[in-house]
């Protein structure tokens, strides 16, 4: 936009998703990498697909990450681009590569990305993006697993954020291929009880810390002002202060359920932003994740 004295000027993002995106190789149609024969390159990150997903639902949503200096970052960095995202909090290495990893319908997914660019942030490298500034920064429990300097990272948002208005959103997201158990659940809780925002599949909770209900953990987490109770295909429950909200998930025939919780939160979060009820901002996120879920990609193109 071009304000009066003819100078371009840059509009605040809406949200600020942090956190690293890789190249994601998934097999055309949905069948085992052992046995598929045509790939597609796209990309893969927790908190750029609910940048994606929220740009696609109208938001203007930037994704603040470090990619290689290398054709699979500028892919990256287009692919996104080109789905509304704002990349103007991306940067560029040259003394690392940008990770990827493989999609494997019905077995889960392969990671390569042990020293890849975003693995290597530090707090310094936020020092000049204004995520303060945003509505909601939205970060997940992915990054921390990622290295001492990105844990580091998380811990230095929260401490920024508590001091400005912007809203946290936390997606707890625990990898167990990423970090052990013993390390993960007290990282993991320690962080969520700091947010404003928590999103957590209950499955991953009482794998974490032994949870078996929504209720359960609610009496856990206690601080956070929203937390939000993913339960697969049984639905989605809301804590909040002015009490609890459970809407019923879509059903679908489900292809691949990898990326359909970001999908939600981007729902969610939409719904968050636009002042809807508890019950509108569930049933949003089960729309959106319904989409993911009837595809072999993260980021459907509707």
């Known amino acids: 936009m071009v304000d009066s004295r003819g100078v371009e000027s840059i509009k605040q993002p809406e949200v600020i998703a942090i956190g690293e995106t890789m190249v994601l190789i998934t097999p055309t149609v949905a069948e ?99 995520f303060e500034q945003a509505a909601i920064t939205h970060i997940s429990g992915i990054t921390p697993s990622l290295s001492a300097g990105c844990s580091a990272l998380i811990d230095s ?39 404003n925002i928590v999103l957590v599949g209950l499955d991953e909770a009482e794998v974490l810390w032994g949870t078996t209900t929504p209720e359960s953990v609610r009496a856990l987490l206690g601080e956070p002002d929203i937390l939000v109770i993913k339960d697969g295909d049984i639905g989605a429950t809301e804590f909040s202060a002015n009490g609890q909200v459970f809407v019923p998930a879509h059903k679908v025939d ?31 996120g089960h729309d959106r994740a319904a989409l993911v879920l009837q595809s072999t990609t993260d980021l459907p193109t509707v």
Do not use: C
């Open 32 to 130: 085992p990498l052992e046995t598929a024969e045509l790939f597609r390159l796209e990309t893969g990150g927790a908190e750029s697909n609910v940048a994606v997903h929220l740009s696609a639902l109208g938001h203007h949503a930037a994704w603040a990450s470090h990619l290689g200096s290398d054709p699979f970052g500028r892919r990256v960095e287009r692919q996104l681009r080109e789905r509304g995202v704002d990349t103007s909090l991306v940067k560029f290495r040259t003394d690392a590569p940008t990770g990827f990893y493989f999609k494997d319908p019905g077995n889960g997914v392969i990671y390569h990305r042990a020293g890849s660019a975003a693995s290597a942030m530090t707090p310094d490298d936020l020092a000049d993006v204004a």
């Open 157 to 195: 948002v929260l401490d920024r954020a508590q001091h400005s208005d912007t809203v946290v959103s936390f997606d707890v997201n625990y990898r167990a291929a990423l970090w052990p158990i013993e390390e993960a659940a007290p990282t993991l809780l320690a962080l969520a009880r700091r947010a």
């Open 254 to 284: 489900v292809v691949e359920a990898v990326g359909a919780g970001d999908a939600f939160a981007a729902g969610y979060l939409s719904g968050y932003l636009n002042g809807a009820t508890p019950e509108q901002r569930l049933s949003l």
